[in-house]
Nanobody
Framework: QVQLVESGGGLVQPGGSLRLSCKTS????????MTWYRQAPGGGRQTVAL????????SYADSVKGRFTISRDNDKETVYLQMNNLKPEDTAVYFC???????WGQGTQVTVSS
């Protein structure tokens, strides 16, 4: 059974940092490109960043370029999202997604507020 479990969210002040983790199980992580999405209150789901199977190719939404970094450790079956210089508009529930299996995690809340 394919499962994704996000963690690392929380409340942080503007300018702060958080590192999200997405622990996968039920499939070899090395076989799937992975994507982080986010959904703000009242908004649609937005693509934040994606990474290929080996971590060589990454892509980011314009709104997070230069601040967020996606990475992966296939041996640990985990995908990461390092978020620096956070802004209030980054407040959302963050989800990871396996592009091969079409499965979502339950999400982790990120709140940026002073």
């Amino acid at each position: 059974q394919v499962q994704l479990v996000e963690s690392g969210g929380g409340l942080v002040q503007p300018g702060g940092s958080l590192r999200l983790s997405c622990k996968t199980s039920g499939f070899p992580l090395s076989t799937s490109a992975m994507t982080w999405y986010r959904q703000a209150p009242g908004g649609g789901r937005q693509t934040v960043a994606l990474i290929d199977t080996v971590g060589r190719i990454t892509s980011y939404a314009d709104s997070v370029k230069g601040r967020f970094t996606i990475s992966r450790d296939n041996d640990k079956e985990t995908v990461y999202l390092q978020m620096n210089n956070l802004k209030p508009e980054d407040t959302a529930v963050y989800f990871c997604y396996t592009n091969v299996h079409g499965t979502w995690g339950q999400g982790t809340q990120v709140t940026v507020s002073s």
